[in-house]
């Protein structure tokens, strides 16, 4: 996940389902945004309970975050609603698979 912590980019959504993504499967998570600061201290929760398969930053760097779009294999994209959205075009350039809902513009794109 890359993006803005905001329920409107679904960054609750994953908050919520990842506990049960690490802990029922060998997966690998990387997170990378600032926005809400309950989904901030959730994602730094995360990390903390799973530090051998979870890392997530706190903040944005673009250059990072196209670096860690290039290394994923799996993009995800929760988002509620997004009207274009710039994240899933990248990853489809970098060979990443972005797992998006259908919706707005990422309907049109993935």
Same mark, same amino acid.
């Given at each position: 996940f890359i993006g803005r912590l905001d329920p409107q980019k679904g960054a609750d959504i994953l908050m919520h389902a990842a506990p049960g993504m #690490?802990?029922?499967s060998d997966m690998q998570l990387v997170c990378l945004g600032s926005g809400n600061k309950h989904l901030e201290d959730q994602m +730094?929760? #995360?990390e903390a309970n799973y530090k051998d398969r979870c890392r997530c930053?706190?903040?944005f760097n673009?250059?990072?975050s196209h670096r860690l779009? =290039? =290394?994923a294999d799996i993009l995800l994209m929760p988002s509620r609603f997004e009207p274009c959205g710039l994240n899933? #075009?990248? $990853?489809? +350039?970098y060979g990443a698979v972005p797992v $998006?809902?259908?919706t707005g513009g990422l309907r049109n794109t993935v």
């Open positions: #690490l802990h029922s +730094r929760g #995360l930053w706190v903040g673009e250059p990072f779009t =290039a =290394a899933q #075009l990248y $990853a489809m +350039r $998006a809902h259908k």
